[in-house]
């Protein structure tokens, strides 16, 4: 994968950070990837791609207000940057035309 | 949140492995998350395991260089592979993949059996004789407390009460002080007779150990005073064992040396000390008291810190408080010192938890050098299989599938491998054990229980993790997609490199283990060779008799006994000599005294071993006369003559012959002792400690061995063979008494040299492993190479080139390989020497000689090994090799 393509994995990272608004940290955003896709998603992998995804300059993090529930330990809120936006664009458009058209071809079976 | 936030040793796993700006984010999350959904503790360690997981594959994926290393472990957890069914699928595909070549398949799953079966044996006698649990309350704070005399440099001699009693009562340090000591009794209601060892334990022994009893009561100070009844603690295997384990038990009486001793407990089955108890009487205190009692050293302490002390502030401030007593009472405590160790230390024998650290260790290097090995093996396969996975790429499959395919594989290998190792293990266990011999402890408590299986199974997985993941992290799937179209087999240089890299690796910790193995081979033949004084000592029979107390009234009893028992036991067909002594050579450091030359006027002092010996003693052990005459019948009525070592009259007179005749003081007595002959030497303290010269009195009324007697009988043909008419000499004087702890001098002997036999034969024995395992790596890599480079050689072949020179150019490779190997192994021993020189006897870790041997070894090892891949290089047909292509 290069830097101008997203992989699977990322793209439903990102989306489940823009699904969260101003919210989105660690549980939130395995918990919307499990809800919404009904896969079993391991934590690290989450936690991996949110690093590289950061690295990448496609999403920003900051630290949020210490919680008593977490032991007195802040949450870590992320925000997709413009370059990921458009990344998640292009990905868009890109499935979407592969998929034109083959409406039909998918209910035959 | 749930109690008592993030465990240790999740946050510990965490801290480790997870980049610092994520870890409070990640420890919050998890929190969060066990909190909203009410996991446990467990959970929480178990997910700081999976995460820990994740960011170590991608780490050593980054590191080693894989392709689009970032991105492995989200492809690795990504639900495309990771589906218990896409894992089951990959398994039958694996085990179908291992059935297809089961050679190769039983080289890797016997290389990992090795492996994982050493670890497994060797973890599981360290679990049952050093990573026991104490069964004490907080045991790492319970001391135990020893002598040390000052020359021969150690700790762990006995005590005295009245410096134990001076001890307590000023340390600050410590909560509270015990001391204890041992005697054996003959319990005669048990049939037969049982010799049992009781624990003579003060009031407050119990409590400073957190022990209480199941049944009854503890000891009270009433019990400790002289003149109290007597009483008795049952430990729970004896009243298992010969009272049927009845509760009314309590308040019955159990006869001991004759004398009726009322039961008033049973201690708690888990109960443990060292050596191990029967029963436990008070140790009563009012004999033991007085001044003259403070040189008299038979006791031990335990004792529990003070809160907030630790053990070396408890060292400092005993050490200080015995100085002190040393300048109050120099005549009792002059070239003593005193320690105190955690209890852990006394329970498991320095010389034990030495030899085992040093074991796990050259075990670790075996399973590396065992893995090394099978990754070299799934690395060549790798290589074989490029078209079947480029195959696979050009179909659609990616990274994500093919990792699954490597690692199930690798799994499963790993898996087998540790299950037959668990067998090899369990079948090997009982033979390390027994090689051992008796110097380990809690040797009966080693199995192959729950824990020890789990440690097999981690074991396993992540040798099959460890030699999965580099061929897997070796795939490069764009290459293989070009590959196909070339429709050639490149030879990949990079495989090539790595995989020298690894015989260079296998080679290096070769070199370590053989040449430990070799030091330890080396201080063994050094130590077998001192000469501990004795003489034939698989002639010699020995074994123990110890009379009841309240059957038999003072000395002049017990000396009839023993003189009647030796005449007894002379007469018996195939007997040569028959001595009695109240301690056996070899097991001296227990009965040492002070004494000076009668005519010393500075009364300079020497330490002496002091023996009760009959006249024959010195002929059925094989002690030499050498001046002077030997001790008779007479001299044990009288009790003022006395015989002495060489050593001792070279210290004293200046040689034997002049030490004859000469006169003798001990300290505190006032009656000279006569030295009436000078025998030879003994290596009282094992071989390797210096030990004091020994004087031997003659058992006797007038200097009495007591009543406890060990018989050494030297026969002409198999000893064992008198044992029956030995015992039944012993009946024939008194049907009631044990003849117990029967065995050869020459085991007693063999002994003294057991640890070092166990570290080297089981050393050597894995030295061999590596050996064979790096000859198997190097073969398997240079015939690998020989026939990647079949086409080539058989170019130069056509070109003229002999099978001599070929021959020498396949060596060549593998000796430098090897060199590398070595050069990177003998830095490494040299560097690592530290760690074995405490079980080294007159041996240097850098020795050249054993550095050598192992040098010319590994060499040998190397050609042999690379030679019949160059053979067959020779005798490539170029016609056959230009064509195959």
């Known amino acids: 994968m290069t830097s101008s393509s997203l992989g699977e994995f990322e793209q439903l990272v990102l989306l489940a950070i823009l699904r969260n608004g101003d919210a989105a940290y660690g549980v939130s955003i395995l918990e919307e990837i499990r809800a919404r896709t009904g896969r079993s998603v391991l934590r690290p992998a989450v936690y991996v791609t949110l690093r590289r995804l950061e690295q990448k300059g496609l999403v920003r993090s900051r630290m949020g207000e210490r919680l008593p529930e977490r032991g007195g330990r802040a949450r870590k809120y992320y925000r997709v940057e413009p370059a990921g936006l458009a990344l998640l664009r292009a990905s868009k458009a890109a499935l979407e035309n592969m998929w034109e058209g083959l409406q039909a071809a998918l209910n035959e079976r | ?885």
């Open chain 2, 1 to 885: 949140m749930i109690g008592g936030g993030v465990p240790v040793v999740a946050r510990w796993l965490l801290a480790r492995c997870v980049p610092p700006e994520e870890l409070e984010a990640v420890e919050g999350d998890l929190l969060e998350e066990a909190t909203d959904h009410g996991h446990g503790r467990l959970w929480l360690v178990i997910q700081a395991g999976v995460v820990v997981l994740g960011f170590v594959v991608a780490e050593v994926g980054r590191r080693a260089g894989a392709v689009h290393a970032a991105q492995t472990v989200s492809e690795i957890f990504d639900a495309e592979g990771v589906g218990m069914e896409g894992w089951l699928k990959d398994l039958k595909v694996s085990v179908r993949s291992l059935a297809r070549r089961p050679g190769f398949s039983a080289i890797i799953i016997a290389t990992l059996a090795l492996g994982i079966g050493v670890n497994t044996a060797i973890f599981s006698i360290l679990r049952g004789a050093v990573l026991f649990n104490l069964p004490y309350d907080e045991p790492s704070r319970v001391m135990w407390h020893s002598d040390g005399w000052r020359e021969s440099g150690g700790w762990g001699s006995s005590q005295s009460l009245p410096n134990l009693l001076d001890i307590r009562d000023q340390a600050s340090t410590l909560a509270d002080l015990e001391a204890y000591g041992y005697r054996s009794m003959n319990l005669a209601e048990a049939d037969p007779p049982e010799r049992a060892l009781g624990l003579l334990a003060g009031p407050a022994f119990l409590s400073i150990l957190g022990v209480h009893p199941v049944l009854g009561r503890e000891f009270t100070e009433e019990d400790n005073l002289d003149g109290a009844p007597d009483v008795v603690l049952l430990t729970h295997g004896l009243w298992q064992e010969r009272f049927g384990g009845g509760s009314d038990i309590v308040g019955s009486t159990v006869d001991l040396d004759g004398t009726p001793f009322t039961v008033i407990g049973v201690l708690p089955e888990s109960f443990e000390f060292r050596p191990d108890p029967r029963l436990l009487m008070p140790l009563k205190y009012g004999g033991r008291l007085g001044e003259y009692n403070r040189r008299g050293r038979g006791l031990h302490a335990i004792s529990r810190l003070a809160d907030g002390a630790t053990r070396e502030s408890a060292q400092a401030e005993v050490a200080s408080i015995f100085s002190r007593l040393a300048e109050a009472y120099p005549e009792s405590n002059t070239g003593w010192t005193t320690f105190v160790h955690p209890i852990r230390e006394f329970m498991v024998p320095e010389s034990a938890r030495n030899s085992l650290r040093l074991l796990s260790w050259a075990v670790a290097m075996v399973l590396l050098i065992a893995c090394v090995n099978v990754a070299n093996l799934l690395l060549v396969r790798s290589e074989s299989r490029q078209r079947e996975l480029a195959v696979r790429v050009a179909m659609g499959a990616r990274r994500s599938r093919l990792l699954p395919v490597f690692l199930s594989e690798s799994l499963l290998l790993g898996l087998l491998g540790g299950a037959a190792g668990v067998v090899l293990a369990y079948l090997g266990l009982p033979v390390l054990v027994s090689l051992y011999g008796a110097s380990l402890p809690r040797a009966d408590t080693i199995a192959i229980d729950g824990v020890v299986l789990a440690f097999a199974a981690g074991v396993s997985i992540l040798t099959g993790l460890i030699v999965g993941i580099l061929p897997a992290l070796r795939v490069d799937v764009g290459r293989l997609a070009g590959q196909l179209k070339e429709g050639t087999r490149a030879v990949s240089r990079s495989g090539q490199r790595v995989r020298q890299a690894l015989v260079v690796v296998e080679v290096a910790l070769s070199v370590m283990l053989v040449s430990g193995a070799g030091l330890l081979l080396k201080s063994f033949q050094r130590m077998a060779s001192i000469d501990t004084g004795l003489k034939e000592p698989e002639q010699v029979l020995v074994t123990n008799v110890t009379l009841s107390a309240g059957a038999y009234d003072g000395a002049e009893e017990w000396a009839a006994f023993f003189a009647d028992l030796v005449r007894s036991v002379e007469g018996i067909a195939g007997v040569e000599a028959v001595g009695i002594t109240n301690r056996l050579p070899l097991n001296g450091g227990y009965n040492v005294t002070n004494l000076y030359r009668y005519d010393d006027r500075d009364r300079v002092s020497h330490f002496v071993e002091l023996r009760y010996v009959s006249p024959g003693f010195f002929d059925a052990v094989g002690i030499e006369l050498l001046a002077g005459r030997q001790l008779t019948s007479a001299d044990g009525e009288e009790g003022t003559n006395v015989v002495v070592t060489a050593e001792l009259a070279r210290q004293l007179f200046g040689s034997a012959s002049d030490a004859v005749g000469g006169a003798i003081v001990f300290e505190g007595a006032e009656e000279p002792e006569r030295i009436v002959g000078v025998v030879s030497d003994l290596k009282d303290l094992g071989r390797t400690r210096a030990a004091p010269p020994g004087i031997y009195y003659a058992n006797g009324p007038g200097a009495t061995a007591g009543r406890a007697s060990i018989l050494t009988i030297r026969v002409q043909g198999d000893p064992m063979d008198v044992l029956p008419n030995v015992r039944a000499a012993v009946n024939g004087l008194d049907p009631s008494l044990p003849v117990y702890g029967t065995r050869l001098l020459s085991d007693v002997e063999a002994q003294t040299v057991g640890v070092q036999r166990f570290n080297m034969s089981l050393f050597g024995l894995f030295a061999g492993l590596a050996l064979l395992l790096g000859a198997v790596g190097i073969y398997g890599v240079m015939s690998y190479m020989v026939s990647e480079r079949t086409r080539e050689l058989g170019v130069r072949m056509a070109l003229g080139a002999r099978g001599g020179e070929v021959v020498r150019m396949i060596m060549k490779g593998a000796l430098s390989l090897t060199l590398a190997g070595m050069i990177v192994g003998v830095v490494a021993a040299l560097l690592s020497g530290r760690f074995v020189v405490e079980l080294l006897y007159e041996v240097e870790p850098n020795d050249p000689v054993v550095l050598t041997a192992v040098v010319v070894i590994l060499l040998g090892v190397a050609m042999a090994a690379s030679y019949l891949p160059a053979r067959r290089a020779s005798s490539v047909n170029p016609v056959e090799a230009l064509r195959h292509e």
